[in-house]
Nanobody
């Protein structure tokens, strides 16, 4: 069965950069859109970014647009989130997820049906 494993989180200072990786098992990775979500303590799980199956289109939350970049390497079954100019408010557990095919909005976590375990990103000021 499909599994997603995030890595690359850590403790950084404001203004620093991190690159998160999400490694997917399975042989049909290239057929699925992928997304990144994040959840801070006491808050809902929020959309961060998404990418179509081919990588041809990307979507971003307003809070990260211009700072974060989602990408994928289908040959490696991996999706990435490059995070630049990090802010303390970016602190959260970051999750990657696989979107259900033809499931509608890229922004809704309810449209994703496989999730990773999450990786912690902490940004200090």
């Amino acid at each position: 069965q499909v599994q997603l494993v995030e890595s690359g989180g850590g403790l950084v200072q404001a203004g620093d950069s991190l690159r998160l990786s999400c490694a997917a098992s399975g042989r049909t990775f290239s057929s699925y859109a992928m997304g990144w979500f994040r959840q801070a303590p006491g808050k809902e799980r929020d959309f961060v970014a998404a990418i179509t199956s081919s990588g041809g289109s990307t979507y971003y939350a307003d809070s990260v647009k211009g700072r974060f970049t989602i990408s994928r390497d289908n040959a490696k079954n991996t999706v990435y989130l490059q995070m630049n100019s990090l802010k303390p408010e970016d602190t959260a557990v970051y999750y990657c997820a696989r979107k259900a095919p033809y499931s509608g909005s890229y922004y809704s976590p309810e449209r994703y049906n496989v999730w990773g375990q999450g990786t912690q990103v902490t940004v200090s000021s």
